[in-house]
Each structure stands twice: as C-alpha cells, then as structure tokens.
C-alpha cells in the first residue's frame, strides 16, 4: 500500500532534526522524505497539517498479560492500545503464565501479535526457568525464537551464583540480561521508605534495596563483561551509581518509568492504590534527579510500564492491591509533559522514546536494526503522526487497554495521536 504523509513537520529524534516535508511510503518502507517523486500515487493520504511526524515509539517495559492474565488485558487490547499512544514496538517481560522460558512459548506470542497487525511484539525470555532463579534458560534457544534479551521480570535474584553465571553465558552469546535492581529482602515493602510511609503505617522499601541491587550487578558485570539493561530506577542514589558506571565504562544502560519522572510518594494521598507501583514512588529529590538523568543522557530511556490490573485486584486495601498502571496510551504525551515542565526541546523528549530506546536493544532487532526509532529513507515505515498543540484529558474509562487503573486519571496533557502506521500499514488513525 502507498500512503504520502503530507504537510507535516518532520522530526528524526536521531538526529535532531525537523523540518517541513512530504514523506512517501510503499512496501512497508519510507520512499522519499521531502521531494516525492512526481509519478508516485499514493492509495491514502494522511494529511498531517499542524502536525509533527516522527517514528513510532519503542516502549521497553510493557506487560501484555497475555497468555495467563487474560481477565486484565488481552493480546488485541494492549495492541489497540499501543498503536492508539503512538507506540509501534514493545519490549514484554516473560512474568506471563506459563513463563516465558521454552522456544514454542516465544513462538505463539509472537504468532498471535503478528496475526493482529499492529504493534511489533519483542519479547525477553527468563533468565531462569519459572523465573525461579535456580537453572538457566535455554537461552540459544529462546534468542532463535525471537527473544531480544532475558529478564527475571519483578522477581529478585537472591542467588548471586546464579545471576554471575548467567552473565557469564550471555556475555559469551553476546546476549543482554535485563534486571531490576531491587534486593530481595529489603524490596518487599508497598511504599518508598520515608516520613510518608511512615505515617501511613505502610512498609518501605529503602533506596538501598536498589543501591545494593546496582553495586551487586555493576561488580558481576566487571567480572563477565555482560551487557546489563536496569529497568526502572527509582532513586536519586541509583542515578549516581549509574552515572559512576557509564563514566567507568561499564556496558550498562538503564530506564525510568512515566510513573516515577512525574510523581512522588506524596501522590499517593489518602491510601490512593492507583499509586500502588513497583517501583515505588519516592520522594520529589529523587523524581528531580531521575528527570535530570533523562535529560543529560545518563537515564536512556523512557517507558510506560505499562501494566494491566483488574478491577478485583485494584479495588482492595492499598497494601493488598496489585501494583501496576496502564500506561501505554500515555507515554508520548508525559514525554511531552516532561519536555514542557524541564524546558527541553521536544527533539529531544522523542528521542527517550525513539531513537534511544531503540539504541537499547541495538542488535537484537535484526533488519530494523538501522532504522527503528528513526526515519530514514529505505528505513522501515514505524511512524506516529501526533498534534503537539493539542491537549486530552485522562478519561480511564476511555482507554482502549483492558486494564484502567492510571495514576493520572483527570490529567489534561500535551500531544495528541493522529495516525500510527506500523510497517507501512495504517494501524491506527483518529
């Protein structure tokens, strides 16, 4: 299908550019940026007046619940949801049920993701099998069905043994490890340890539940070489610690969360359990060290953390409500938001959405290696057309994901999705 984007301001977070221009597209691909070919006749016209238009966002922290948790979000919902946000890649954690630990797991997620074409699916595989943190995964085997790096998901690794010998295999494969930084028995809190918590009679989890984690991880990588991905820091602390390791170095890269760049424990009001997230939120030091990572490159990349929860599991006590919100619908507006409140350019803000993210899982992402998170001619046509001028205001029950529990429910933020096209195909057009 041919498709001409006409009239938009053209941004590649990549470079930093923007400009007025045309893009053109056929076969899946970006024929031309700026002069179009006079004999080319496109099938549809997206016309993007007003309008900035940029590659499709890569979120490397989504939880599709499907297989396992279908009562909190099926496969074809959170994929409506991601192309509606603007996201045309999405990176899931293998917490489903079963796990993702064997190759014909992998092999059917992404079979069903492909057959609704929408967004691209990239799954990571378990580090361990069951995520039990016991006996390494097949991990040959899991990359050849399609797995892009391997992850214990929410469950801590106690066992240092194991976590240095799975550094040690993927660093010989040239596979990377995502991990969360979080000590297993200092992270079993509901909120962030402080005054708040405090008060409330809630249980903390101190920062240094992910400063050990950080220091622990940082001296195997020194040993193994490995390429490490820390999802979701939450603290000032871990910031620095980072900041030390890149300066060194090391072969990390890390993200933070939409959740944690804008809110702080005191958002969680009066027992509020849509605040209720791992991680949790931390004080306003932390979120302002965090915002200031993203902004000088020392954080790589923003995500939704996109997690589904239910009704059932919303609706108890604060402490014994499932964590998580949905957040895919969301994430290119707070990115906007974040821009608009820092004083930073929005090339910039797209490009912790984009361009790095993408840079993140590098390799992994075989043919769209050169051009995802980016527009280039010949690259691959993932691309969000959005009104930058435009405001919406968080209705949950307007979201198309399953799950609509969000800490930002009643929000009016910047940025409005117009047409998501993924692979050349319109996906998604307001």
Not at 16 to 42: C, E, N, R, Y
Not at 56 to 72: I, N, Q, T, Y
Not at 318 to 347: M, N, Q, R, V, Y
């Amino acid at each position: 299908m041919k498709i001409l984007i006409k009239g938009g301001r053209v941004i590649d977070p990549a470079t930093q550019k923007s400009t007025m221009a045309d893009l053109a597209i056929a076969d899946g691909k970006i024929l031309a940026m700026g002069d179009v070919p006079d004999d080319f006749s496109p099938d549809s016209t997206i016309d993007a007046a007003g309008c900035v238009v940029m590659p499709g966002l890569v979120d490397l922290a989504v939880r599709l619940r499907e297989p396992g948790h279908e009562h909190e979000g099926m496969l074809a919902s959170e994929m409506a949801a991601a192309v509606a946000g603007g996201v045309t890649s999405v990176v899931c954690p293998p917490d489903t049920e079963p796990v993702l630990d064997e190759a014909g797991l992998v092999e059917m997620l992404r079979y069903r993701a492909e057959r609704l074409h929408q967004a691209r699916v990239f799954p990571l595989g378990a580090l361990t099998r069951g995520l039990k943190g016991e006996v390494l995964t097949e991990m040959l085997e899991l990359t050849e069905a399609g797995c892009v790096g391997f992850s214990q998901a929410e469950v801590p690794l106690a066992n240092t043994q194991v976590m240095q010998r799975a550094l040690q295999y993927a660093s010989t494969f040239g596979f990377s490890v995502w991990l969360r930084p979080q000590e297993l028995y200092l992270g079993k809190g509901v909120a962030a340890s402080g005054p708040l918590a405090t008060r409330m009679g809630l249980s903390g989890i101190p920062v240094a539940a992910e400063t050990i984690a950080l220091h622990t991880i940082f001296e195997l990588v020194r040993a193994t070489g490995a390429r490490v991905h820390l999802c979701r820091l939450s603290s000032a602390a871990g910031v620095a610690l980072v900041r030390q390791a890149k300066a060194e170095g090391l072969p990390v890269t890390c993200d933070v969360s939409i959740n944690s760049l804008h809110l702080t424990d005191v958002d969680i009001g009066y027992f509020d359990s849509r605040m209720r997230l791992n991680p949790p939120l931390r004080q306003q030091r932390d979120r302002d060290a965090l915002r200031a990572g993203l902004a000088d490159g020392c954080i790589d990349a923003l995500v939704s953390d996109h997690t589904p929860v239910g009704e059932d599991e919303k609706s108890l006590p604060f402490a014994e409500s499932e964590p998580g919100a949905t957040g895919l619908e969301l994430l290119l507006s707070l990115a906007c938001k974040w821009a608009k409140d820092s004083g930073i350019a929005l090339e910039r803000a797209l490009a912790v959405v984009t361009s790095q993210p993408a840079g993140v899982l590098g390799a992994a992402l075989g043919p769209l290696a050169q051009s995802s998170g980016r527009l280039m001619v010949g690259g691959v046509a993932d691309i969000c057309v959005f009104d930058p001028e435009a405001t919406w205001t968080v209705t949950p029950s307007a979201l198309r994901s399953q799950g609509q529990h969000t800490p930002f429910g009643g929000y009016e933020l910047p940025g409005q999705v117009r047409a998501t096209l993924v692979g050349g195909h319109l996906a998604y057009l307001a």
